[in-house]
T-cell receptor, first 109, second 113 residues
Framework: EDKVVQSPLSLVVHEGDTVTLNCSYE??????LLWYKQEKKAPTFLFML????IEKKSGRLSSILDKKELFSILNITATQTGDSAVYLC?????????FGKGTRLHILP | DAGITQSPRYKITETGRQVTLMCHQT?????MFWYRQDLGHGLRLIYY???????DKGEVPDGYVVSRSKTENFPLTLESATRSQTSVYFC????????????FGQGTRLTVV
């Protein structure tokens, strides 16, 4: 059965801190792993990862995939209050995309 | 306008009624998905479709029906709505080849009273 586990489920840090969000997965016929950010509306796309060991970066956010160990991490450096959101991990395998429960990140000013 | 749109955005219905949520995309994406989002559960896959006339059950399909007669449309029907189906529903689509993001509609907030 397909499974996606994100940790931690909730995280509160101060502005300027660095955070690491974790995602482990088990899916059949893995193709890619997607990261999304969700505030009060539909999820917005952050990264797509297909190959192990290649870091994707966008500003203060970066992500990496380990296809052998079946996990991915999302790093956010120098966090800002605007980073407060739920971060969702979603592997794409066997014609479907399933989501983890997400990590709820709250940044204190 | 190009994109993926859901309708209605908000719906209140009574227990036992049939209700259909619409999803339309203009990109001719092969893959389409329906999710429901409830507090504490994240996004759960209801049904998905790899192409027109091909649909499959996801994690929580009971009480729902889908069809995909045209590539651009993927309606979700609640045959006999129950209070437990009160939720926010998201439709998403993506291209073939798997190497692309999934694009989301704005969501439909459904309340069953």
């Amino acid at each position: 059965e397909d499974k996606v586990v994100q940790s931690p489920l909730s995280l509160v840090v101060h502005e300027g801190d660095t955070v690491t969000l974790n995602c482990s997965y088990e899916v059949t016929n893995f193709r890619s792993l997607l990261w999304y950010k969700q505030e009060k509306k539909a999820p917005t796309f952050l990264f797509m990862l297909t190959s192990s060991g290649i870091e994707k970066k966008s500003g203060r956010l970066s992500s990496i995939l380990d296809k052998k160990e079946l996990f991915s991490i999302l790093n956010i450096t120098a966090t800002q209050t605007g980073d407060s959101a739920v971060y969702l991990c979603a592997p794409f395998g066997d014609d479907k995309i399933i989501f983890g429960k997400g990590t709820r990140l709250h940044i204190l000013p | 306008d190009a994109g993926i749109t859901q309708s209605p955005r908000y719906k209140i219905t009574e227990t036992g009624r049939q209700v259909t949520l619409m999803c339309h995309q203009t990109w001719s994406h092969s893959y389409m998905f329906w999710y429901r989002q409830d507090l504490g559960h994240g996004l759960r896959l209801i049904y998905y479709s790899a192409a027109a006339d091909i649909t499959d059950k996801g994690e929580v399909p009971d009480g729902y029906v889908v069809s995909r007669s045209k590539t651009e449309n993927f309606p979700l029907t609640l045959e006999s709505a129950t209070r437990s189906q009160t939720s926010v529903y998201f439709c998403a689509s993506t291209r073939t080849g798997h190497y692309t993001e999934a694009f989301f509609g704005q969501g439909t907030r459904l309340t069953v009273v």
